[in-house]
Nanobody, 115 residues
Framework: QVRLVESGGGLVQPGGSLRLSCAAS????????MRWYRQAPGKERDLVAH????????NYAEFVKGRFTISRDNAKNTVYLQMNSLKSEDTAVYYC????????WGQGTQVTVSS
């Protein structure tokens, strides 16, 4: 079964850190560039970060540059999002997906930044 499962979200105080994981199965993960997205309540889903299939190229939305880092482990079929210096405006459900032939959106993982 082709699927992506996000995990690692939670409640964190402003200034804190979280690491999200996205586990892929059912396809050749190393062939696909991957992205993290987020969707806050009442807002559209936004692109957060991009990583090439081999991991050598990464890009970030301006609002997370310098705070978030995307990475991947092709041996573990997993893409990560390290989030540091979290702000209240980072509160959202975070999703991962393939760039080419994106899959139906999964459950995502909730990140709540609040004191």
């Amino acid at each position: 079964q082709v699927r992506l499962v996000e995990s690692g979200g939670g409640l964190v105080q402003p200034g804190g850190s979280l690491r999200l994981s996205c586990a892929a199965s059912g396809f050749t993960f190393s062939n696909y560039a991957m992205r993290w997205y987020r969707q806050a309540p009442g807002k559209e889903r936004d692109l957060v970060a991009h990583i090439s299939s081999g991991g050598g190229v990464t890009n970030y939305a301006e609002f997370v540059k310098g705070r978030f880092t995307i990475s991947r482990d092709n041996a573990k079929n997993t893409v990560y999002l390290q989030m540091n210096s979290l702000k209240s405006e980072d509160t959202a459900v975070y999703y991962c997906n393939r760039v080419v032939s994106p899959l139906p959106w999964g459950q995502g993982t909730q990140v709540t930044v609040s004191s």
